[in-house]
T-cell receptor, first 116, second 112 residues
Framework: DTEVTQTPKHLVMGMTNKKSLKCEQHMGHRAMYWYKQKAKKPPELMFVYSYEKLSINESVPSRFSPECPNSSLLNLHLHALQPEDSALYLC???????????????FGPGTRLTVL | GEDVEQSLFLSVREGDSSVINCTYTDSSSTYLYWYKQEPGAGLQLLTYIFSNMDMKQDQRLTVLLNKKDKHLSLRIADTQTGDSAIYFCAARPYSSASKIIFGSGTRLSIRP
């Protein structure tokens, strides 16, 4: 299985809602990532988990809260978002983050989030 | 830090070769990647090259790396309509194995 899956595919939420995005991989990868992508822009890194521990937070606002329950799952909890948070949220995984690994990241199809 | 640059647009005729260029600034980057993104989809890893290689070929794709000039290119032979997409170049700096730095993406359009 060489796939990263994400649910839901689309999400519309109000600014007072709480929702979660989910990501799953069964490739035995030990690093997982959340990216945010606005239209016509490259992905921007938000968080990196390595061996289920948060290793990088790119100064993301606290209304985004990541969670890694186990090595195959990654969640992104959303609360009190703003309309400017509307974007495609991409999950990715890689073998690990050690320097001697090729480090290629495999991406899921993304969740298209709209905040009203 | 690492900076990766690409031209924004490329238009080619169906059946011709497409060449997408990329430059990066950090000479310590160990791996360089090419990703493809179709409308509304995630990023698909097309290929990657290690910094001690000059060239890598995979079916219709050829990657050339000029490490001295920090220049990377992706050649797509016999370009088809299904190749229409945004192509992102990305570099992995030696100093940060957990991050890859993306270019702004090149939108490839195919004309009949």
């Amino acid at each position: 299985d060489t796939e990263v899956t994400q649910t839901p595919k689309h999400l519309v939420m109000g600014m007072t809602n709480k929702k979660s995005l989910k990501c799953e991989q069964h490739m035995g990868h030990r690093a997982m990532y959340w990216y945010k992508q606005k239209a016509k822009k490259p992905p921007e890194l938000m968080f990196v988990y390595s061996y289920e521990k948060l290793s990088i937070n790119e100064s993301v606002p606290s209304r985004f809260s990541p969670e890694c329950p186990n090595s195959s799952l990654l969640n992104l909890h959303l609360h009190a978002l703003q309309p400017e948070d509307s974007a495609l949220y991409l999950c990715a995984s890689s073998q690990g983050v050690a320097g001697n690994l090729q480090g290629e990241q495999f991406f899921g199809p993304g969740t298209r989030l709209t905040v009203l | 830090g690492e900076d990766v640059e690409q031209s924004l647009f490329l238009s080619v005729r169906e059946g011709d070769s497409s060449v997408i260029n990329c430059t990066y600034t950090d000479s310590s980057s160990t791996y360089l990647y090419w990703y493809k993104q179709e409308p509304g989809a995630g990023l698909q890893l097309l290929t990657y090259i290690f910094s001690n290689m000059d060239m890598k070929q995979d079916q219709r794709l050829t990657v050339l790396l000029n490490k001295k000039d920090k220049h990377l290119s992706l050649r797509i032979a016999d370009t088809q309509t299904g190749d229409s997409a945004i192509y992102f170049c990305a570099a992995r700096p030696y100093s940060s194995a957990s991050k890859i730095i993306f270019g702004s993406g090149t939108r490839l359009s195919i004309r009949p």
